[in-house]
């Protein structure tokens, strides 16, 4: 059964860092190109970030460039978003996903298989 299973999620003032995790299982982890996403209330949902399994080539949203860092440890089964001087319009629901498909538009949600629940970010100015 695939599961990804996110955590690292917190309240954090502006100008402060985080780390969220994906832990993954049920699937061929070091195969697959993965993505963070996140969704605010009443926003859409967005492409934060994606790596390509091959050469792990990364992919960043204008909006988190040179803040965020994506990793993808495929002995461990585990995603990384390494998040440095946040904002506050990055308080959302961030999710991560999982493709072996078409990575053309790396930041496109509907290229994802896989999902997981979520984990809540906050940051407050």
């Known amino acids: 059964q695939v599961q990804l299973v996110e955590s690292g999620g917190s309240s954090v003032q502006a100008g402060g860092s985080l780390r969220l995790s994906c832990s993954a299982s049920g699937f061929t982890f070091s195969t697959y190109s993965m993505g963070w996403f996140r969704q605010a209330p009443g926003k859409e949902r967005e492409g934060v970030a994606a790596?390509?399994?091959?050469?792990?080539?990364?992919y960043y949203a204008d909006s988190v460039k040179g803040r965020f860092t994506i990793s993808k440890d495929n002995a461990k089964g585990t995603l990384y978003l390494e998040m440095n001087n946040l904002e506050p319009e990055d308080t959302a629901m961030y999710s991560c996903?999982?493709?072996?498909?078409?990575?053309?538009?790396?930041?496109?949600?509907?290229?994802?298989?896989?999902w997981g629940q979520g984990t809540q970010v906050t940051v407050s100015s």
């Open positions: 996903a999982a493709t072996d498909g078409y990575f053309g538009s790396p930041l496109k949600a509907s290229h994802y298989k896989y």
């Open positions: 790596i390509y399994y091959i050469g792990s080539l990364t």
